[in-house]
């Protein structure tokens, strides 16, 4: 614990009186180093992509001026660098904003059902990519809860993404979603959205700080799948703003699964 002492000499007519107050001041100092952190990463996030830039802008100024297929070659990592710039800058903006929505709880009747399949239809380009299927299950009626309607498609792209990057190539990510007048979790009526891969899993030691923005397991994996560390920090706050649970389970080397489970009560 960090204290703060504020010391303030106070002249009575009897004398001078001394007042000292204590104050508790370790969630600030959490807090403080927790910005500090936070803006170290995002620099170092962005700082990777532009020196590799600067580097390639000489390059192609210079050795390469004449040389039109090295060109080609490196203009085509340019191009990826700035996406990757621009996927972390778009992240941190969607980060920002549902960080600042997350005391306003959303009101409007959406249908989860729909939005998990717009989701899912989102994904269907880059499920053909790696060669993997999405299994869709889900109920025959719409399931209408208040909610986002933009800020939970994104949970499901988050989900169904990742499970498509971290679970095998031509595997398959099972999206489930169910309902129940009494969810254990949420001691009342929820839908539950199961997305499960069928990936190498993730040791228990890593499952309580996947939410950390920037938490990555294997960096240079996740990089090299264009991931930016942010998906599950964003996640995490919409699910908090909708008054929901995320629950992450996993085994080693037999996939992960991630639940959202969401109140049905208006
Ligand atoms: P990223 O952009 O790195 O994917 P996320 O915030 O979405 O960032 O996820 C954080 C980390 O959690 C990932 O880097 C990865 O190590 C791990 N992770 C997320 N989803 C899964 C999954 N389905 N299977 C295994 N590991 C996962």
Redesign the pocket.
């Known amino acids: 614990t960090t204290w703060s002492v504020a010391v303030a000499p106070v002249d009575l007519e009897e004398g001078t009186v001394t007042f000292l107050t204590f104050e508790d001041i370790s969630a600030k100092e959490e807090a403080g180093q927790m910005r500090r952190d936070f803006v170290a990463n995002v620099s170092h996030e962005l700082r990777t992509p532009l020196t590799a830039l600067l580097g390639f802008i000489e390059t192609l100024a210079g050795a390469a001026r004449n040389d039109p297929e090295a060109q080609a070659r490196f203009l085509g990592i340019m191009r990826r660098e700035a996406e990757r710039m621009s996927r972390l800058v778009q992240?941190l903006l969607s980060l920002s904003r549902v960080e600042q929505d997350e005391r306003v709880r959303p009101t409007e009747r959406v249908d989860l059902r729909a939005i998990i399949e717009g989701s899912a239809s989102a994904l269907e380009p880059f499920s053909e990519e790696v060669g993997s299927t999405i299994d869709l299950q889900l109920p025959e009626d719409p399931v209408l809860l208040p909610g986002d309607a933009d800020q939970l498609r994104q949970v499901f792209v988050?989900?169904i993404?990742?499970?498509l990057?971290?679970?095998k190539d031509g595997g398959c990510v099972t999206v489930r979603l169910t309902t129940s007048d009494r969810d254990p979790s949420l001691r009342g009526p929820g839908a539950r959205v199961d997305?499960i891969?069928d990936?190498?899993?993730?040791d228990h030691f890593?499952i309580a700080r996947?939410?950390e923005?920037?938490?990555?397991?294997?960096?240079h994996?996740?990089?090299e799948?264009?991931?930016?560390?942010?998906?599950?920090?964003?996640?995490k706050h919409i699910v908090n703003r909708h008054r929901g649970r995320l629950r992450i389970s996993?085994e080693k080397g037999e996939?992960?699964r991630?639940s959202v489970i969401l109140p049905l009560t208006f």
Not at 199 to 202: A, D, P, R, S, V
Not at 213 to 219: I, K, L, N
Not at 225 to 235: D, E, S, Y
């Open positions: 992240d988050n989900l993404e990742n499970g990057k971290y679970g997305v891969d990936g190498e899993g993730i890593h996947l939410t923005r920037f938490y990555r397991v294997d960096s994996r996740s990089r799948m264009g991931g930016t560390g942010l998906g599950l920090a964003i996640v996993s996939g992960s991630f």
